[in-house]
C-alpha cells in the first residue's frame, strides 16, 4: 500500500532544493555579470586614464618644443599653466584630469623627464617620457654666407700642392662655396647656392673635392639664434657657474683645474670676488659667461689650455685665444674620452697670431654667432704649409666665414695656417655643458623622444 503523505513530502523537498538551486545559479549569474561589468568599466576607466595621461605628455612636450632654446624653470614643476588650461582634459561628457612635473638637465645634453598623472572617476595612471634635444653642433662646418664684408668678396677654400685643406665631417653652408683648385670635404656636403663659385682659371675637379656628394639648392638651416647665448647665460648664473664682468681670462689646465683673471660683480655692479691669475675648480655645472660691464662692450676672454673634463665658455662679445686649445684625453686615440669644451661667442672668435704656436690646436666645438671664427694677423708669414697646420678638431659655427690664412696663384701659405679640419663624431650624442637645444626654422626645439613607459 502507498503512503500519498510520503510522495507529498518528498516532492514538496525536490521542489524547495530545485527553486535553491535555480535561487544560487541566478544569484551567481547576477555576481559574474555585475563583476564583468565592474571589470569592464574598471579596465575602460584605465584606459581613459592612461589616454588622460598621454594628453599630459603631449601638452608638455609641445609646450618645451615651442619655447625654443629657452629652458623650462626647473621650479615650474607643473607644466600646464594655472592661467590657462588649469591641466583639465574632457574625455566626453565626463572631466578626467592629469598633473605633469618635468625635470631638465643639460648632461649630456638638453633633456628632460616628464612625468604625467591621469586621473579619471578613481582610477589614475603615471606616464614617464624621456626627450633628448638634438645638438647645434651637427656639422663639422656650418656658416651663413661664404662672403666675408671685411674683405669685400669671398673667401677661397684651397687645394693646390702643398696646401690642401682637408675637412672631415658633414657641411652646410646657407650661401655657396669659394673654390681654389682641389680642397678635399670627405663628408656630405650640402649648400643653398646653386653651384660652388669655382676660382675662374684654376682647374677644378667635383670628384676630388666632394667624394661623399655635393647637394645644391639645399634648404637654408638656420643657425642658432641669439637666444641661444642667453640660455647659456641663464644656466652660468643659476649659483652653480661661474660669470665673469669685463675682460678676463680662463686658461685650461690639465688637472681638471682652471687658472682665471677677472671680477665676479653682483647685481648693483659692485665687485663681490677678484680673481687675479687665481688656480680653482671648474664651476660644478661647468659654465663660465663672460659678461659687459654696465654700458660697455667689453664682454671679452682670452682662453688657452688644455682640457680635462667638460666645460662651455661663452662671451658676450669676443673670445680670444691666445694658444692651442686641446684635450687631456685626446677621443681621436682614446674614443672613450669624455674631455670636451664649447666655445661660444656674440661677435668672434679669433685667434692671436703673436701668442699662438706654428702647430696649432683647436679642439672645441665653437661658435660664433654674428661673427667669425678667424686670425687676427691671417697675413704675418709663419712657415709654409707642411709646418704651419692648425689642427681645428670638434666643430665650427660661424655666421661669415673668416681668414685663417694666405695663399698665393701657385697655392704657396704666405701667411697663417693651413686650416685641416675634423668633425668630432661624438657630437652626435654629446654636448658641452648648458649648450641649448637645436631650433629649427620655425623657432621650435628640436628633440628625440626615448620612449613613454608606464610607471
Not at 26 to 53: D, H, P
Amino acid at each position: 500500500m502507498i503512503d500519498l503523505r510520503q510522495n507529498k513530502g518528498f516532492a514538496l523537498t525536490f521542489t524547495l532544493i530545485f527553486m535553491f538551486l535555480v535561487v544560487s545559479f541566478m544569484a551567481v549569474y547576477v555576481f559574474v555579470v555585475s563583476s564583468g561589468l565592474a571589470l569592464a568599466n574598471r579596465t575602460a576607466n584605465e584606459k581613459k586614464a592612461y589616454y588622460i595621461a598621454d594628453a599630459g605628455l603631449a601638452d608638455a612636450y609641445e609646450r618645451i618644443t615651442q619655447s625654443g632654446v629657452n629652458t623650462i624653470p626647473t621650479t615650474n614643476s607643473y607644466i600646464p599653466s594655472s592661467t590657462t588650461d588649469n591641466g583639465i582634459y574632457s574625455v566626453g561628457s565626463v572631466t578626467g584630469s592629469y598633473t605633469v612635473s618635468v625635470v631638465y638637465s643639460n648632461s649630456p645634453r638638453t633633456n628632460y623627464t616628464i612625468i604625467s598623472t591621469g586621473t579619471y572617476g578613481n582610477i589614475s595612471k603615471t606616464l614617464q617620457l624621456r626627450m633628448i634635444g638634438a645638438a647645434i653642433s651637427k656639422y663639422a662646418y656650418w656658416s651663413q654666407t661664404e662672403i666675408n664684408p671685411a674683405f669685400g668678396g669671398p673667401l677661397w677654400w684651397v687645394g693646390e700642392p702643398g696646401l690642401e685643406m682637408l675637412t672631415t665631417g658633414p657641411v652646410q653652408t646657407n650661401g655657396a662655396l669659394n673654390i681654389f683648385g682641389n680642397p678635399i670635404f670627405n663628408g656630405a656636403v650640402t649648400e643653398a647656392g646653386a653651384s660652388p663659385n669655382y676660382y675662374p682659371g684654376v682647374s677644378s675637379d667635383p670628384s676630388i673635392i666632394f667624394p661623399a656628394g655635393l647637394t645644391n639648392n639645399a634648404p637654408t638651416i638656420n643657425l642658432p639664434p641669439q637666444q641661444t647665448l642667453n640660455a647659456i647665460e641663464t644656466i652660468a648664473s643659476d649659483g652653480s657657474g661661474l660669470v665673469l664682468t669685463g675682460a678676463s681670462t680662463v686658461i685650461f689646465n690639465p688637472t681638471g683645474t682652471i687658472t682665471v683673471t677677472g671680477v665676479v660683480k653682483n647685481s648693483q655692479g659692485t665687485v663681490t670676488t677678484t680673481y687675479n691669475n687665481t688656480t680653482m675648480s671648474p664651476p660644478a655645472n661647468g659654465v663660465i659667461y663672460v659678461q659687459s660691464n654696465q654700458g660697455q662692450q667689453d664682454g671679452n676672454v682670452t682662453v688657452q689650455g688644455t682640457v680635462n673634463g667638460q666645460l662651455t665658455v661663452a662671451a658676450d662679445q669676443n673670445i680670444d685665444v691666445s694658444g692651442s686649445v686641446s684635450y687631456n684625453n685626446d677621443p681621436r686615440i682614446n674614443p672613450s674620452s669624455t674631455d670636451l669644451l664649447g666655445l661660444v661667442a656674440n661677435q668672434n672668435i679669433t685667434i692671436i697670431e703673436a701668442s699662438a704656436p706654428t702647430q696649432l690646436e683647436m679642439s672645441a666645438v665653437m661658435v660664433a654667432l654674428q661673427g667669425s671664427f678667424q686670425v687676427d694677423q691671417w697675413w704675418v708669414y709663419r712657415g709654409n704649409s707642411s709646418t704651419a697646420v692648425m689642427d681645428q678638431f670638434g666643430s665650427l659655427i660661424n655666421y661669415v666665414c673668416g681668414a685663417t690664412g694666405e695663399m698665393d696663384m701657385s697655392g704657396n701659405l704666405l701667411g697663417g695656417w693651413n686650416q685641416i679640419q675634423t668633425y668630432d663624431t661624438r657630437l652626435s650624442t654629446l654636448a658641452p655643458p648648458g649648450f641649448p637645444p637645436y631650433v629649427n626654422n620655425a623657432g621650435d626645439g628640436v628633440y628625440t623622444k626615448l620612449g613613454i613607459t608606464e610607471l
